[in-house]
């Protein structure tokens, strides 16, 4: 049962359920108690050795009591991302929105589309020589 907790040693588990433990990472076995030597990761102050006994251990995870987590926060190996706007996906072609307004005042205009409250101030203006709004010549 040694080998099987050998190529895991570093692996990293957490508890689903609301606990001050963010994390704990496997660290090693103890064969004659059947114990898993893992280092508890608090959400507040510093990491403490811990060890669960292999049978609730297993329970835990069958149960979904703990899950896997392979990087429970970035450490600097892989690059951050930020998504700001989550309507807006990725994986997604962007479809191009057909513009409702094409005077020479409305290409710079937010309302070209159509799509606000101050359509109708757009419609009214778009055909003007001078926009009141950029002041175009």
């Not at 080998?3 to 689903?16: A, E, Q």
């Not at 937010?110 to 101050?118: A, L, V």
């Amino acid at each position: 049962m040694e080998n099987d907790y050998s190529n895991i040693i570093g692996r990293k588990f957490k508890p689903s359920f609301s606990s001050n433990i963010d994390y704990f990472e496997i660290r090693g076995y103890d064969e004659k108690r059947k114990m898993v030597l893992t280092i508890a990761h608090p959400k507040e102050g510093s990491p403490f050795d811990d060890e669960i006994e292999e049978q609730y251990l297993v329970a835990a995870f069958e149960n979904g009591d703990y899950r896997v987590c392979d990087r429970p926060f970035n450490d600097g190996q892989e690059p951050t991302y930020v998504i700001t706007n989550p309507r807006e996906y990725l994986d997604y072609p962007r479809v191009e929105r057909k513009v409702a307004f094409d005077g020479p005042c409305c290409a710079r205009c937010i309302h070209r589309f159509g799509r606000t409250s101050n359509s109708e101030w757009c419609k009214s203006h778009f055909q003007s020589e001078r926009c009141y709004r950029f002041k175009l010549k």
